[in-house]
């Protein structure tokens, strides 16, 4: 956790950050392909740090750039401990390693999610920055002949007296000098930070690490890579979830200029052609039958009613009790008056701008190289390895900065690497493989935030809320994957549900976990998508049974969670609570609400501002989100995050949804798939809570407060509750 984290390292987790094992320290090593350029003679510190005789230093990200910050959260760290200049930093991925680079939240594997990199990075890589400070600093010290004490650092520069070098100057003698002994690393004291935690200025160089290269176009994707003689795949999938290949017809695909195979593969029929629009044709060409004797056959309506019957004890899903406190459930009984409703939730898509791509080269019986936006390297590699026939050591994954995620690149069974190998195996790897998957592809066929159903209960006694009862109906995310054991509850699918805050004196929570094949997968924030709307939503409809102001009741029932009333308390104090909303020029109504939720150990509460008309039509006008999650490392990157966040959270709960009809999703593109569009977007104002805590996740944190934030304005505005998303236009 990361209350756990402490400036002290221990001395296994630096021998591990400095690489003092028996690979040693890599001096002149070929760099790996550079994400943001830099020269080709980079000389290797540690595993994290190279600096090169231009005096860049290039920082070595074990967690992909897919737009949320990490390249310039994760340099900041290390140029702070470094004392480099910021106009020195630059970044490129790291290789698939787990024993080097793997994340310790998800079990050493290497990967990126959870709002995890910072978290998880901290001490690695402050460490790696202070070793590779220290290595230059003895560099000097034995080239000048002074005392390392006397030696000083500030922007990248070294002196002492009279004497002073470059980085780039002393790189060569400082990859020589011996691993620094761990007991002799110190790191810095915040009250001497300079880059992390501070706003930028007009003397300081101090962009987002990954701005400039998108701006000028030198920013490379999986996309920009083009090998010689690639050759393009799409493949032609079930319209239904568990759908298999019967047969198919392949005779008027190949007709197509262009296309050279067409092959079966586990999960569909491929394409191959020369070009993106011959596979394209020559897809949609393609005559398939679909065997769907194990397909999912039902529409979203019907699969609505059936997860309620599941509620009801009418289905065949165990009902697991994740908490149970004071009397549970049976407390509902008591005296005053029990509350009941049931919060619907739709499949979601994740929609990233960038879909999903790989390029695979793929040399029978020798090698493999695999080029993607990777969320998980080292998961990739093996599913390779194993597909082709290879040791892992002789697959290499080069990761590439990728077109944003929200979880769909962090899959557990490496559906995209899977698709491609597969396909370079079929074609003999005579070619290199570039596997597309269209718009289409991705919201028609790819994986969703699950569908749920919460049935809420709360019993209100004067003005005290007495007990609480929250059992949901959801597919597990995880269960039949490497990250659950047998037998195992997947709590990630109720995640903030199960640990409400608030001190109320019965809780029973539970969960029950239907079956279908529809593919699921975490979503930007997971199970906290769901169960912070239907707790935020209706604790508000228990505040206004027991003539509770939200906020008051709130703030009454966060005594033993400090962190969580601070940022309640701050948001509250800034989108000014205690005082009447201003009068809308049309007549519009308006209305304010408030929530708060804790995930991935971070803490937002948000306050939303809506203005309803007359018939029904309303806009989000304004939301206040305050945040506390630890040391800030980059402030402007937390605000771009919370804004981010509200934003993504802000379509879910308006307009986003997949709907199945007959088993098929309706949805094709974002013209029917409602994302947020420009003009929805409200004003959003972000308040960082100043903390020295160890830093926590700010990529998701942001998504969960906003859709309830919204639905209790709704409710202050116009009196209806909001229990089933989306919302839509009008209410």
Request: hydrophobic fraction near 40%.
């Amino acid at each position: 956790m990361a209350d756990d984290i402490t400036f002290s390292p221990s001395r296994r987790l630096v021998l591990q950050v400095l690489g003092l094992g028996a690979a040693g320290f890599a001096v002149g090593c070929s760099p790996a392909v550079h994400a943001s350029g830099g020269p080709d003679d980079l000389l290797q510190l540690n595993p994290f740090v190279k600096v090169g005789a231009d005096n860049t230093v290039t920082v070595i990200l074990k967690h992909i750039e897919f737009g949320q910050g990490v390249s310039t959260g994760l340099s900041t760290i290390v140029a702070e401990e470094m004392d480099a200049d910021w106009s020195q930093i630059r970044f490129e991925h790291s290789p698939a390693n787990n024993a080097l680079y793997g994340n310790t939240a998800f079990g050493g594997m290497m990967g990126t999610g959870g709002s995890t990199a910072i978290f998880d990075s901290w001490e690695r890589m402050r460490l790696a920055g202070a070793g590779a400070r220290a290595m230059l600093v003895a560099a000097a010290a034995e080239k000048w002949k002074v005392d390392p004490a006397t030696i000083k650092i500030s922007r990248g520069k070294l002196s002492a007296g009279s004497k002073s070098a470059t980085f780039g100057e002393l790189a060569e003698a400082a990859a020589k000098i011996p691993a620094p002994d761990p007991a002799s690393l110190k790191l810095k004291d915040p009250s001497q930070f300079v880059l992390i935690g501070k706003e930028k200025a007009p003397d300081t160089v101090f962009e987002r690490a990954d701005t400039p290269m998108k701006i000028d176009g030198s920013a490379k994707y999986a996309m920009d890579y083009q090998p010689e003689g690639m050759l393009v795949a799409l493949i032609a999938r079930s319209p239904r979830f568990g759908g298999k290949v019967a047969s198919f017809d392949d005779a008027a695909a190949k007709a197509v200029s262009g296309v050279t195979d067409v092959v079966q593969i586990a999960n569909g029929v491929a394409v191959v052609a020369t070009n993106f629009w011959a596979a394209k044709k020559g897809r949609d060409a393609l005559k398939v039958t679909w065997d769907d004797s194990a397909a999912e056959k039902r529409s979203s309506d019907q699969m609505l009613k059936d997860y309620k019957a599941e509620l009801s004890g009418k289905g065949s899903a165990k009902r697991h009790v994740i908490r149970n406190e004071g009397a549970g459930a049976k407390a509902l009984a008591g005296s005053g008056k029990r509350i009941e409703a049931d919060f619907d939730f739709p499949y979601l898509a994740h929609a990233p701008m960038e879909p999903l791509n790989c390029i695979v080269e793929y040399k029978p019986g020798e090698s493999c190289r695999i080029t993607s936006g990777s969320q998980m390297p080292t998961g990739d590699q093996a599913t390779a390895a194993m597909i082709l026939g290879l040791d892992p050591s002789k697959v290499t994954v080069d990761t590439r900065i990728a077109g944003g995620s929200f979880g769909r690149r962090a899959t557990p069974d490496a559906d995209l690497v899977t698709e491609a190998a597969q396909i370079a195996k079929a074609i003999g790897g005579r070619a290199p493989v570039h596997l597309m998957w269209t718009r289409e592809d991705d919201i028609r066929t790819g994986k969703y935030r699950p569908m749920a159903v919460h049935r809420m209960a709360g019993r209100v006694a004067g003005d005290a809320v007495e007990a609480w009862s929250d059992d949901t109906a959801i597919q597990s995310i995880m269960e039949g994957t490497p990250f659950l054991p047998p037998g195992v509850i997947d709590e990630s699918a109720v995640e903030g549900g199960f640990d409400i805050p608030y001190a109320i004196p019965n809780i029973e929570v539970s969960a029950r976990f239907v079956k279908s094949p529809v593919s699921v997968l975490w979503w930007r924030s997971v199970g906290h998508t769901h169960t912070a709307y239907a707790k935020e939503h209706f604790l508000d409809q228990l505040a206004r049974e027991a003539g509770q102001d939200p906020y008051e009741l709130r703030k009454s029932l966060l005594s033993g969670d400090p962190r969580l009333l601070g940022v309640l308390n701050l948001v509250a104090e800034k989108a000014g609570w205690s005082q009447p909303l201003a009068p809308a020029p049309d007549g519009s109504k308006r209305g304010r609400g408030i929530a708060a939720h804790k995930s991935f150990n971070s803490y937002v509460a948000e306050v939303a501002e809506v203005s309803v008309k007359s018939d029904g039509s309303f806009s989000v006008d304004r939301v206040v989100c305050a945040v506390d999650c630890g040391v800030a490392i980059n402030p402007d990157v937390i605000r771009a995050q919370m804004e981010g966040g509200i934003g993504y959270g802000l379509s879910a709960a308006l307009g986003e949804a997949v709907t199945l009809k007959d088993g098929a999703p309706v949805q094709t593109n974002f013209y029917d798939y409602q994302v947020l569009r420009m003009a929805q977007m409200p004003k959003v104002e972000v308040y960082i809570v100043p903390s020295s805590e160890a830093p926590t996740g700010v990529g998701e944190p942001g998504v969960p407060p906003v859709g309830p934030a919204v639905a209790n304005a709704l409710m202050a505005a116009t009196g209806k509750t909001f229990n089933t998303l989306p919302i839509g236009a009008k209410v």
